[in-house]
């Protein structure tokens, strides 16, 4: 693998803030006929923003007494799309005291980091076709190396006809979150679904889980 190459784009540097205090819960306004809270409507204009941004860069600070980078500047949008999802989804679904947590596929492999990082609250966990080191097994040897020369991955998408994008910043932070080479010893108990005729997610992803797991 060669130097890495600056992406040739041309566009502007955006900062998005984004208010998440107590007063954008209130449900006074309205998205497609339905009643929503102003964090809600907030969420879904963004959305709709970012993905029409090419060649921008896109960051993210949120604040409510304070104000935080949440992301810094990048051009991968779907990180940005993931860490606003996950930010929001904090005002929006906000918890106390036990949980269960379930997760389908690439859900289950963020599951395990949840039952991993906060043990005295993740009581169970739930894992529906898990897909834990996507990255890993999920991309040929071939795949892998456009994504560290081009730093994108375009492949046909089986569920519309805009091709499936994956960027470097994506894959790479995958790659930093892989479980399967370790013993995952969590404190709650797990209980792991899956089928045998899966094709996106291979039995034996599961199979590996299971021998790897160390769980109450």
Same mark, same amino acid.
């Given at each position: 693998?060669?130097?890495?190459?600056?992406?040739?784009?041309?566009? &502007?540097?955006?900062?998005?803030?984004?208010?998440?205090?107590?007063?954008?819960?209130? =449900?006074?306004?309205?998205?497609?006929?339905?009643?929503?809270?102003?964090?809600?409507?907030?969420?879904?204009?963004?959305?709709? +923003?970012?993905? *029409?941004?090419?060649?921008?860069?896109?960051?993210?600070?949120?604040?409510?007494?304070?104000?935080?980078?949440?992301?810094?500047?990048? +051009?991968?949008?779907?990180?940005?799309?993931?860490?606003?999802?996950? =930010?929001?989804?904090? %005002?929006?679904?906000?918890?106390?005291?036990?949980?269960?947590?379930?997760?389908?596929?690439?859900?289950?492999?963020?599951?395990?980091?949840? $039952?991993?990082?906060?043990?005295?609250?993740?009581? @169970?966990?739930?894992?529906? @076709? $898990?897909?834990?080191?996507?990255?890993?097994?999920? +991309?040929?040897?071939?795949?892998?190396?456009?994504?560290?020369? @081009? *730093?994108?991955?375009?492949?046909?998408?089986?569920?519309?006809?805009?091709?499936?994008?994956?960027?470097?910043?994506?894959?790479?932070?995958?790659? &930093?979150?892989?479980?399967? =080479?370790?013993?995952?010893?969590?404190?709650?108990?797990?209980?792991? %679904?899956?089928?045998? @005729?899966?094709?996106?997610?291979?039995?034996?992803?599961?199979?590996?889980?299971?021998?790897?797991? &160390?769980?109450?």
């Amino acid at each position: 693998v060669g130097e890495p190459q600056p992406l040739p784009t041309s566009g &502007r540097d955006l900062l998005l803030a984004v208010d998440v205090s107590g007063s954008m819960d209130y =449900a006074d306004m309205q998205w497609e006929e339905e009643e929503v809270s102003r964090l809600t409507l907030v969420k879904h204009l963004i959305g709709e +923003f970012i993905d *029409g941004r090419r060649g921008d860069r896109i960051g993210l600070i949120l604040f409510g007494s304070q104000a935080y980078l949440q992301a810094p500047l990048t +051009f991968d949008r779907q990180t940005v799309h993931t860490w606003l999802d996950e =930010a929001l989804s904090l %005002i929006d679904q906000l918890t106390e005291g036990p949980l269960i947590v379930i997760g389908s596929s690439m859900g289950g492999w963020i599951a395990l980091h949840v $039952a991993l990082r906060r043990p005295d609250r993740v009581q @169970a966990l739930v894992g529906i @076709a $898990a897909a834990p080191d996507f990255t890993g097994w999920g +991309f040929t040897w071939s795949q892998k190396q456009t994504l560290l020369s @081009a *730093g994108r991955l375009e492949v046909p998408n089986p569920y519309g006809p805009e091709p499936q994008v994956t960027t470097r910043g994506f894959w790479e932070s995958g790659e &930093r979150l892989r479980l399967l =080479a370790d013993s995952i010893t969590v404190k709650c108990a797990v209980r792991l %679904i899956h089928g045998d @005729a899966d094709e996106d997610v291979p039995l034996v992803v599961a199979t590996k889980l299971f021998r790897q797991l &160390r769980s109450a």
